[in-house]
């Protein structure tokens, strides 16, 4: 499939119009490090953006970033673009990494499906990462969670070959969505396995095991033809 190919067809936006309240605070961590943490307009060029050429792994709805510090931090020798519309969240984000010291995570401030669109290449990312996003449990909103064969399609054509796409999800209906969804795709080999030891617990997760929910965690890698099949690690 083309670039102009998965232009074409029309798309939902997958999160709330609003992109949370900027305080005085948020303004200033935001006019302070998204100048040095932010990436430019057009497409995207990670050598320029990160200083070297290394794997480069996308987090999509990182919220306030702890995880995609967190793999940061516990994976060095790759790099970290995390992506987020809501501007508190990004802010908080922004000063947790300078905090940390971590080089190599930069940010995005604006919608995911436009950055895989207009500015990241084909078969560029490692992998790509999805944590908790919005389930919009209703039947009416359906639509509108992120996870579609267009999106499918959009990420499995950004991944590099043998590249893999991480979900988890506190919500056993979004979960069945996106199993669903990818069993429909066909173009991914799906494992639900274990948490990765990376990953802080943190945040929605936290939030859903306090409420006795259980996580699943899907690992898809990007195949030409993938049998689908349960129950490997990741």
């Not at 949370?20 to 430019?40: H, M, N, Q, W, Y």
């Not at 930069?106 to 999805?130: E, F, K, N």
């Amino acid at each position: 499939m083309t670039r102009t190919d998965l232009d074409r067809p029309t798309w939902v936006r997958s999160y709330a119009g609003r992109h949370g309240r900027r305080s005085a605070l948020t303004d200033e961590r935001l006019a302070r490090f998204l100048p040095v943490r932010g990436i430019p307009d057009g497409p995207l060029d990670p050598v320029a953006v990160f200083g070297r050429a290394a794997p480069l792994v996308l987090e999509i709805g990182c919220g306030h970033g702890a995880a995609a510090i967190a793999y940061a931090v516990a994976h060095p020798g790759q790099d970290v673009l995390a992506v987020d519309v809501h501007q508190p969240g990004v802010a908080r984000m922004l000063a947790a990494a300078d905090a940390t010291g971590v080089e190599n995570l930069r940010v995005h401030l604006g919608d995911a499906v436009r950055l895989l669109t207009d500015q990241v290449a084909p078969s560029s990312l490692a992998a790509v990462h999805l944590f908790f996003p919005d389930p919009w449990p209703k039947v009416k909103h359906a639509k509108r969670r992120f996870v579609t064969a267009h999106t499918l399609q959009l990420v499995q054509d950004r991944l590099v070959p043998g590249g893999h796409l991480l979900v988890a999800t506190d919500q056993g209906r979004y979960a069945a969505h996106v199993l669903a969804e990818l069993a429909r795709h066909g173009g991914y080999d799906v494992v639900v396995g274990e948490r990765p030891a990376w990953r802080p617990t943190d945040g929605f997760e936290a939030k859903g095991l306090a409420a006795g929910r259980s996580i699943t965690e899907i690992r898809a890698t990007a195949v030409t033809e993938a049998p689908f099949r349960r129950g490997s690690r990741i």
